[in-house]
């Protein structure tokens, strides 16, 4: 994870330094880059500033030379005349001197023009040679030159690092202190998610995190523990950081802070120490993760340098976005003192980010914490691989392009698991003579992006170009051939054109839906006219009769060029599409864009219902409102259509659902948009039906979404139906029947639960026909197990907590419940040797809950107070939850008491005793409902 970090930064030197090692190929300095073609010929391009320096930076307002050579290799370079070159570049940073962006090759192979810089940025200029070679054949080759605009005058790029230790300079010896460096730049203004490296003899401290590597965070600040050893005396710690400059090269800024390792006053002993660490997977210490990575989180306590164990700490996460999760919020310390968590990182999106983990306890009556500082590590997008489907492209036609982005920080460089925008270009399109479907699409979450690039009418080879659209994103290029312009004759056939699909997605065979889309295409004539009496063959891209099948194999073009083909869906879904050939001429092609084959309809596995807030403020407020999100999809993971509408019921009839989004549809549904829908559910009703539930169970309500659908199961012959071999039910738990209100969550229907009555028989089906769990679905040919129906109610519940507002608590002390008011009696403290010692700590438990014996509302706190001692107890903060078996939690903590110490007229100690104090706890609710109990301890 680390080392990932550091493979993008030497990645991005690399990128630096081969920049200028290519600009300097040619022998003609800073600005050239030469491309051979496989025949031999060179192609040169060269950049130099107005004054005839070579170089690849341009000032905003002035022009630089662009030259370019294309010459043939051999004993004698011989230059290539008259060859047409085509400059592509962005027009929003600089401005070519040739109007068309064309010009020819002269009788030396040369050609050139200017580059005038219009805004700040970095750009690659393209440059396409066309030209017949020695033995009469077309060719094309590219070559690039990376250049920088930059501002007329570039400020000086400075800015500050400065060091503070907490506390002063001195550190005592066997204790962790506290190192800030705070990151400015030459506006004063902090400077984040920017590595700061630390060094120092670690003889006298080490790191926490042991790297020594640090992020900034939005104040611009980066944190380190510094531990010292027992070896005492002076040290200087030193910091470096980098500040983003107004060119290509960052500038270093450094700092130094003096400090000294002193005596803790205690000689022969050490202090009680916590200490934090991470480590990856491989056991080496780590503090950056990216999407998907594992830390271990240890935790050691020592006291006079032995390991102490049976010891609680708390983990707490410090991050203002959710960068991270811990499995767990507490850890004990095992024989060698050691406490464990795991951290696991979040897709956190694509900026780098900083947060901290912290670690305390409570130990022999001091709180011991510290912070450690890790960084979020953001994927880098890049473009994998761009694939085009049919090549030479015919005039005119169409193909499909798939794209593959990849996570280029990443040593195995995995597909993409996040989504993310492709920005698609070409030079053809630039000047309006190619065009995709959809310039700007949406990958999947396996990294894919599938388009339609349309020839327009370029007539020479085009050069595709994708990046990612995020900042720091690796794009790429690849060429698409495509077919020359044919010579001008009035109706004669040059090019067929895709036109369109009607629809554009299908239901398969027997669902009742849509099973047949027409697809239509154009031959033209080289004017673009169209040409009419011209058959076209059509065949399907994937040749699998399961997912779709031609009832036309060839058609006649009528006046407007125009020939259709009927596409009839299968029994399996998939996507599929569609070529046209010309009869005759095989050159002249195209391929429809992709049309999808699906039930349309939601399987029993494919819908999913959660709520927003599992336990509301609902059962003493009337108004509240949670959001309810119900996903559906088909049995192949494709979106069910939009308008599908779903159906809600809630038990008991408590509560009051409505669309979200859609005002105008019916109370109790929501209609489906991009295969989801959410309702709100609102706090409305009377209550009493659910403070009389079952036992353990009062306060609960089940809300369940249905709509028409089938059933789930296993494929395993592979041929889109449920037949002989195919497994129903799948693995795992599923859902039989008629859908029904489980009121006391058992899983079960008893028979005074209600239920939706699907076939309106009056009567509850439990999926059972015969004895035997059948089928309800579009395509079954299962020789025992089919239903009677092809239909049924797919469902899902949630179930929703109704906590109430005032907070029942209860403190027990060894299991004894302590009154409100009552007292606790703590270990009394001892006479040592003159000194007085604490007593033991009192182990106590705390349960808060509502009326009903549930989760108090989500995000009420609970919060403890001791004013004479100490505890071990930072506060706790009730999760989002609808869980019954967590309800309301038990949690403990340990009480420490104060002391005083009795002396005699002579001033020496004659015993202890401890110092009566209280102890109180308040639960606060998110509507600002305030519960206390106190006690007295002693």
Known sequence: M????????????????????????????????????????????????????????????????????????????????????????????????????????????????????????????????????AGGAAQSVNVSLLYEVVPTTTPPSSGSLTLALAGGSQLLSGTQGSVTAQLLDASGRPVSNTIVNFENDSSFATFSPESGTVLTNAEGIASLGLIATAKLGADQLKAVAELPGGGVVPTTVNAVLNYQVVSNGSPGTTPPLLSLAATDSAGQGDNVV???????????????????????????????????????????????????????????????????????????????????????????????????????????????????????????????????????????????????????????????????????????????????????????????????????????????????????SLQIRGSGGSETAVVRFRVVDANAQPVANQTLNFTLQEQLASIASLNTASAVTDGQGLAGAAVAAGTVGGPVAVVATLAGNTALSAQSSQLLVSTRIPHQNGFSLSVDIGNPEFHDYDGVVVNATLTASDRYGNPVPDGMVVSFKTEGGIGVVRDALNTTSPVGSCVIRNSSCTVTLTSAGNRSLLDQSPAGLHGRMTLIAFARGEDSFADNNGDGRFSDGDTFPPAGSYRYGEPYIDGNESGVRDIDEEFLDFDGDGVYNDGQEGGLFTYHGLSCSHATLCSARNTRYTFDRSVVVWSGSAANIVVRNAGVAVANGGTIILPAPTLVSGTCVEGAPRALTLRVADLNDQSMPAATTVALALDAGNLDFDGYTVPNTNSAALGAPTISFNVIGAFTTIVDASGNATGCQTTPGTIGVTVTTPKGNVSIWNAVVR
């Open 2 to 133: 680390r080392f990932a970090y550091l493979r993008r930064f030497f990645a991005a030197c690399f990128l630096f330094f081969a920049t200028t090692l290519l600009l300097t190929a040619c022998g003609g300095g800073a600005g050239g880059s030469t491309t051979t073609t496989p025949a031999g010929d060179t192609l040169r391009i060269q950049l130099s500033l107005a004054d005839g320096s070579p170089g690849n930076r341009i000032v905003v307002g002035t022009a630089a030379n662009v030259r370019l050579t294309l010459y043939r290799e051999g004993n004698a370079a011989k230059p290539i005349a008259n060859a047409r070159v085509t400059f592509a570049f962005n027009a929003e940073l600089a401005r070519l001197g040739l109007p068309s962006g064309q010009t020819l090759t002269d009788a030396t192979g040369t050609a050139t023009t200017t580059l005038t810089g219009l805004a700040q940025g970095v750009d690659t200029l393209v440059a396409t040679a066309e030209y017949t070679d």
């Open 290 to 504: 990216a999407p998907g990575d594992m830390l271990t989180l240890t935790a050691v306590l020592l006291d006079n340098g032995l390991p102490v164990a049976n010891q609680k700490i708390r983990f707490i996460l410090q991050s203002s976005s959710p960068l991270a999760s811990l499995n767990s919020g507490t850890a004990t310390t095992n024989a060698q003192g050691r406490a464990q968590v795991q951290l696991s990182a979040l897709s956190g999106g694509f900026l780098a980010g900083a947060f901290s983990v912290s670690a305390s306890t409570v130990y022999r009556g001091q709180t011991l914490s510290l912070d450690l500082p890790l960084s979020y590590l953001p994927p880098v997008p890049g473009i994998g691989s761009i694939a085009v489907a049919a090549q030479p492209l015919s005039y005119r036609g169409s193909t499909t392009v798939t794209i593959q982005v990849i996570d280029t920080s990443r040593v195995n460089r995995p597909a993409l698991a996040q989504s993310v925008v492709v920005k698609l270009t070409s030079i053809c399109q630039g000047k309006g003579l190619a065009d995709f479907d959809d310039a700007n699409p949406t990958t999947d979450l396996q990294g894919v992006a599938v388009v339609t690039y349309r020839d327009l009418g370029c007539g020479h080879n085009d050069v595709l170009s994708a990046i990612p659209d995020i900042t720091s994103a690796v794009g790429a290029s690849q060429t698409i051939q495509l077919s020359p312009v044919p010579q001008s004759s009035p109706g004669v056939p040059a090019a067929v054109q895709f036109v369109d699909a009607t629809p554009t």
